[in-house]
């Protein structure tokens, strides 16, 4: 039987993609719709999908089949309040998926790693030039979230955020990709929140206070303050002691790693709850702590489960949440108290993050129960309401066969 070229192009393709381990080298482009499913946020509290034609894919873009994508704080803000005017905005920055389609030019991700039709990506919302700025500093060049996928003006690709079917991650704007195909789907759905810890934990480690045997508080156990425990817990920290008013969320920090939990509802009075974390801890005060709410209150109470000499670490504040009362010398002078702010990653915390969920899934930490729930794509206003309920942990927007 004679066989033309293509015909033999497409057994060897369907022969290879069969064989395990060699990642399908089919080109999927065939398959890839003439249309994208858009999850986009059209008003305020309105979060619809929306179909547009497949964009091209320039030399330097990739197309990417998405996986699944968590909902931010700052989906929820948007999604309420649209700070950085964008509506109509394709929504979705915790997203991953698998490239579909490549440009000719592109060889590497943003560290260099090898890519190839089949891997699976993230993007990243700080740019490539410095390894070690954060959003701080882009803030300053950037207002909102420009290059951010997510969060980028609709224009006449609209495949713009990952709460879609396709997302195109283009060359030419500044933001970065990383090839993250040894990471589970949870797993690399979590990256963004986690690397948020990653950056507070750099930042404690400045203070020199924190230490393998460190007794730790970490105040908050909503999804930051939870995976807060999980990297301390990584790292070799054993003594943490969680502060909340859940129980069911306190219950879930001792499987990440706490080894004890004070309930602030069942202690009146900041001297007697100071008091309930004093013996969680044996009769000590903490030597370090992590300020995990968006509460005032909480960052005023924080203060008084540190020993002298301690050290602290305020994360809770992504947004402004108002102020707080202290007394500057009980708490921070006459303590001697070491303090860091943390805000958002760098590059470097990001990649770092990679290893850090790996390390975590080795020791057994039972992190993909962080996303407590997944909906389809078609069924992301409902996702949104559950996130915006305060009722879950991390609430993930997934591919329709996945959720
Ligand atoms: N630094 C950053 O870059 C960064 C990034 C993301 C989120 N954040 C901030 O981190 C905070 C936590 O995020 P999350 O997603 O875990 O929020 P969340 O609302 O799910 O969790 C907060 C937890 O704090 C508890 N809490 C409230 N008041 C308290 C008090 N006085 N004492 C003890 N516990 C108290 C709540 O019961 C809740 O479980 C948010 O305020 C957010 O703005 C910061
Ligand atoms: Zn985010």
């Known amino acids: 039987m004679e066989m033309n070229a293509s015909q033999i192009e497409e057994i060897v393709k369907q022969v290879l993609s069969n064989?395990?381990?060699?990642?399908?080298?089919?080109?999927?482009?065939?398959?890839?719709p003439q249309t994208v499913k858009v999850g986009m946020l059209t008003e305020l509290g309105k979060m619809e999908v929306k179909e547009f034609p497949m964009p091209q894919v320039g030399d330097d873009d990739l197309l990417v089949r998405v996986e699944g994508c968590g909902i931010c704080g700052t989906d929820s803000h948007e999604y309420k309040r649209d700070?950085?005017?964008?509506?109509?905005v394709a929504l979705g920055h915790e997203g991953t998926g698998e490239i579909v389609k490549m440009g000719k030019n592109v060889k590497t991700d943003s560290a260099g790693k090898p890519v190839k039709v089949g891997d699976k990506i993230v993007t990243c919302m700080i740019?490539?030039?410095?390894?070690?700025?954060?959003?701080?500093?882009?803030?300053?060049k950037n207002v909102?979230?420009?290059?951010?996928?997510?969060?980028?003006?609709?224009?006449?690709?609209h495949a713009n955020g990952w709460f879609s079917d396709y997302i195109l991650v283009?060359?030419?704007?500044?933001?970065?990709?990383?090839?993250?195909s040894d990471l589970d789907l949870d797993s690399r759905i979590l990256i963004e929140p986690c690397a948020v810890l990653i950056h507070a934990v750099e930042r404690a480690k400045t203070t020199g206070i924190l230490r393998f045997n460190s007794r730790v508080v970490v105040q908050?156990?909503?999804?930051?303050?939870?995976?807060c425990v999980a990297v301390l817990k990584t790292m070799g920290i054993q003594n943490i002691v969680t502060v909340d008013g859940n129980e069911q969320r306190m219950e879930f920090s001792h499987r990440l790693g706490a080894s004890g939990h004070v309930n602030f509802t069942q202690h009146d009075g900041i001297e007697n709850l100071a008091n309930a974390v004093k013996e969680a801890f044996g009769g000590h005060l903490a030597d370090f702590a992590f300020q995990c709410t968006g509460s005032p209150a909480g960052h005023a109470n924080v203060y008084k489960f540190i020993r002298n000499g301690g050290g602290l670490c305020e994360l809770g504040f992504f947004i402004n949440g108002g102020d707080a009362t202290i007394n500057p010398h009980f708490d921070i002078c006459s303590k001697e108290i070491t303090e860091v702010g943390s805000w958002v990653y760098?590059?470097?915390?990001?990649?770092?993050t990679f290893d850090f969920l790996k390390s975590a899934k080795a020791i057994g930490l039972p992190m993909k129960e962080l996303i407590t729930d997944k909906y389809p794509l078609s069924r992301i206003d409902e996702a949104f309401k559950k996130a915006a309920s305060m009722t879950g942990l991390k609430i993930a927007v997934m591919r329709e066969d996945l959720a």
């Open 127 to 140: 740019f490539k030039d410095d390894p070690d700025i954060t959003m701080f500093d882009l803030n300053k």
């Open 144 to 157: 909102g979230g420009a290059d951010v996928y997510g969060l980028l003006p609709d224009d006449e690709v």
């Open 346 to 352: 760098t590059l470097r915390d990001y990649v770092t």
């Open 83 to 88: 700070p950085f005017s964008l509506i109509p």
């Open 220 to 227: 908050g156990c909503g999804p930051i303050g939870l995976i």
């Open 170 to 180: 283009r060359g030419g704007l500044g933001s970065t990709f990383f090839n993250v």
């Open 19 to 32: 064989v395990s381990g060699i990642p399908s080298v089919s080109s999927p482009s065939a398959e890839i």
